[in-house]
């Protein structure tokens, strides 16, 4: 079955600590994105990546990194230095960017910091 | 700035047909689109416009007039499994999705 798969579905960290989210395709998408969700509020864009070994950064970019080395794998890591970090993310692919090309999202995580 | 409004919440009726509104202001514009995301879960791709008009898929239809700012998606024969958020999304001219913050749809039987 092709598709996005996002882990873990739900993640706790203390203030201080770095954490990894994990975001998996297999639909051969060469884009990747990273939204993040907060109640009452559009999505916005965390990063994003058009190519394997190249990323962008998105709106809010700050108190958070990525890396893309395989085409299937885009890693998003929430750093101490992200200030509000309790959200849910989800991850996002598309056939190429600077294309009117629908994104596919994945089922998200949701990480709550204690 | 870039902006995307629509109404926070709506109710209908089971059997009914609802509209949602969508009003954005963008720098370009390379379509719109329209997602459905239930509580606690993944947006799913409904419909995308690029050209005036309506565009019919089944019990869902999306209307765009660009002159405007303006697009709906309109939701006919309204079931409980159709109680969602409704999101939309503008792509601009660089290719990025500019999100409203959703339309919260809330159906009673």
């Known amino acids: 079955d092709g598709g996005i798969t996002q882990s873990p579905k739900y993640l706790f960290r203390k203030e201080g600590q770095n954490v990894t989210l994990s975001c998996e395709q297999n639909l051969n998408h060469d884009a990747m994105y990273w939204y993040r969700q907060d109640p009452g509020q559009g999505l916005r864009l965390i990063y994003y990546s058009q190519i394997v070994n190249d990323f962008q950064k998105g709106d809010i970019a700050e108190g958070y990194s990525v890396s893309r080395e395989k085409k299937e794998s885009f890693p998003l890591t929430v750093t101490s230095a992200q200030k509000n970090p309790t959200a849910f993310y989800l991850c996002?692919?598309?056939?190429?960017?600077?294309?009117?090309?629908?994104?596919?999202f994945g089922p998200g995580t949701r990480l709550t910091v204690l | 700035g870039q902006n995307i409004d629509q109404p926070t919440e709506m109710t209908a009726t089971e059997g009914a047909i609802v509209q949602i509104n969508c009003t954005y202001q963008?720098?370009?514009?390379?379509?719109l689109f329209w997602y459905q995301q239930h509580a606690g879960e993944a947006p799913t791709f409904l419909s995308y416009n690029v050209l005036d008009g309506l565009e019919e898929k089944g019990r869902f239809s999306s209307f765009l007039s660009r002159s405007k700012g303006y697009s709906y998606l309109l939701l006919k024969e309204l079931q409980m499994k159709d109680s969602a958020s409704y999101l939309c999304a503008v792509m601009d001219s660089n290719y990025q999705l500019i999100w409203g913050a959703g339309t919260k749809l809330i159906i009673k039987p």
């Open positions: 996002a692919s598309s056939m190429g960017a600077g294309h009117t090309d629908t994104q596919y």
């Open positions: 963008t720098s370009g514009f390379n379509g």
